[in-house]
């Protein structure tokens, strides 16, 4: 197996053990994109949840909101 081959094996296996699931999502009259979504460990049911801004083009900012 060649190193590519490993990193992607690896890639495939790390998105297996993580669940994304969408909480809320605000869209304004402007267009803006608010996510709030949660991660969540499929291995130890560890969460974590992060409001997500989307800017256009592809391109986003996140913050981690704290456990409620």
């Known amino acids: 197996?060649?190193?590519?081959?490993?990193?992607?094996?690896?890639?495939?296996?790390?998105?297996?053990?993580?669940?994304?699931?969408?909480?809320?999502?605000?869209?304004?009259?402007?267009?803006?994109?608010?996510?709030?979504v949660e991660l969540i460990c499929t291995m130890t049911g560890f969460r974590r949840r992060f409001l997500v801004h989307h800017l256009g083009e592809g391109f986003f900012r996140s913050v981690e909101l704290a456990a409620s």
Not at 27 to 33: A, K, L, M, R, Y
């Open 1 to 36: 197996m060649t190193h590519v081959q490993l990193l992607r094996e690896r890639t495939k296996e790390k998105k297996k053990k993580m669940l994304e699931r969408l909480l809320d999502i605000e869209i304004t009259e402007h267009g803006t994109v608010t996510e709030e």
